[in-house]
Every structure is written in C-alpha cells, then in structure tokens.
C-alpha cells in the first residue's frame, strides 16, 4: 500500500513564527504536491515537485516556499506564517510520467496562525 | 476557464438509501475524472477514475458514471451505511503538456442518518 505520511496532524503557530510542513512518502513516487483546502473552496494547489531538487508553482504560491532534497520528502515552508494561512494542508504524491497518475493522499495537517 | 462544480453541496440521507451525487465539468483539454471520498479529518481516497471512452465504473457500492459528451458524471451510492458519511471530491484531470493538471470540485458533504 502507498503510504504518505505527514508530520504533524495539528499545528498551531503564531503571527510570523517559520512554519515546516514534512511529508514523506514510501513507494518511489517522482511526483509530490501540496495542496491546501479551505471550505468552499476544494483543493488548491500550493505547489509541485517532480524530481528532487525540482519544484513548479501551483494556483496559489504565494507567501510558501519548498524543499526537496529527497525523493521520498517533500516540506512546505511559510516563512512568516500570517492568519490568513490558518487552513487544512494536504501532501500527495503520484508516479512520474505523463501520463495520468493517481494521486495518494496524506492525512492532512491543520494549521492555525494565531 | 477550467472549472469543476458539484451538487449538492451537502446531503442527508437514512442508512439503507441510494443517492445520487452529480458533478459538471468545463475542463478542456479532457483526461479523466475521479471521484474521491474525503473522512473528515482525513485526506482524500480514491474511488473510481474513468477516461473518455468509459461512462461507467463500478466500486462496491459506488457507480460512477460519465457523460464526456455533456461533460457530467454521477456517482451513485447504493445501500447507504453509516461509513458513507464523508465528502465526495470530483476531480477531473486537464491534459497539458508534460504534466497533468488537476482540478478540484469543493465537494459534496453526505450525512448518512441511522
């Protein structure tokens, strides 16, 4: 079974702390995302990787940065966490490739910026 | 624009009913279309995917089905259990050059009610 696991299932930090999400994955997937979800509004990409060392914007970039030095982890960085990023973040990966690969979930994480 | 729309946005059934959930799609360059179910709490799972040349696919108790010429599917819960509850994501997949795109519905939220 893929297996993605994330670091934290709740995490609450202030106004301007540094904030690491870790996501790690066990099958060889090339491909990692981060997504964040808020009510009424779905999944929306953060962004991708699909190699390591390598890393493309999603929708919705701004305010987070990444890091994969593995293939198997992929963290999302706020640098300054601000409230408006209070949300549900969640870590997927797929096979790499062009063609359609399913995306395997992680649990999620649920950040709250105070 | 690419856009995926799901209705109803919640749903409220007793345990041992069928129900439809619908979802209409104006993703273009077409894919497939998945059909996620999300546990509160918990990242998504997947249930069916169907390419375009497939209008219908079966898990258990979940059928899916897809209409790529009016651009719907449903997916369709028969004998409803008390785990059924959760969120039911559409997910339809945009064919771009070197990298799937995904796109998200906000979900359908079903209660199922002993």
């Known amino acids: 079974d893929v297996k993605v696991t994330q670091s934290s299932r709740y995490l609450v930090k202030r106004t301007g702390e540094k904030v690491f999400l870790e996501c790690v994955q066990d099958?060889?997937?090339?491909?990692m995302f981060w997504y964040r979800q808020d009510p009424g509004l779905g999944l929306r990409l953060i962004y991708f990787?699909?190699?390591?060392?390598?890393?493309e914007k999603g929708d919705i970039p701004e305010g987070y940065s990444v890091s994969r030095e593995k293939k198997e982890r992929f963290s999302l960085i706020l640098e300054s966490a601000s409230t408006n990023q209070t949300s549900m973040y969640l870590c997927?990966?797929?096979?790499?490739?062009?063609?359609?690969?399913?995306?395997?979930f992680g649990p999620g994480t649920r950040l709250t910026v105070l | 624009k690419n856009q995926v729309e799901q209705s109803p946005q919640s749903l409220i059934i007793l345990e041992g009913k069928n129900c439809t959930l619908q979802?209409?799609?104006?993703?273009?360059?077409?894919?497939?279309l998945r059909w996620y179910k999300q546990d509160t709490g918990r990242g998504p799972v997947s249930l069916t995917i169907?390419?375009?040349?497939?209008n219908t696919k079966s898990n258990g108790r979940y059928t899916a089905t897809l209409d790529a010429d009016t651009k719907q599917s449903s997916l369709h819960i028969t004998a409803s259990q008390l785990s059924d509850s959760a969120s039911y994501i559409c997910?339809?997949?945009?064919?771009?050059?070197?990298?799937?795109?995904?796109?998200f519905g906000t979900g359908t939220r079903l209660l199922v009610s002993p």
């Open positions: 169907m390419t375009f040349s497939e």
């Open positions: 979802c209409n799609y104006t993703v273009s360059p077409f894919s497939n």
């Open positions: 099958m060889d997937h090339e491909n």
């Open positions: 997910v339809v997949s945009a064919l771009n050059t070197g990298f799937q795109k995904l796109v």
């Open positions: 997927a990966s797929s096979l790499g490739g062009t063609r359609y690969n399913e995306q395997f």
């Open positions: 990787s699909y190699d390591v060392k390598m890393k």
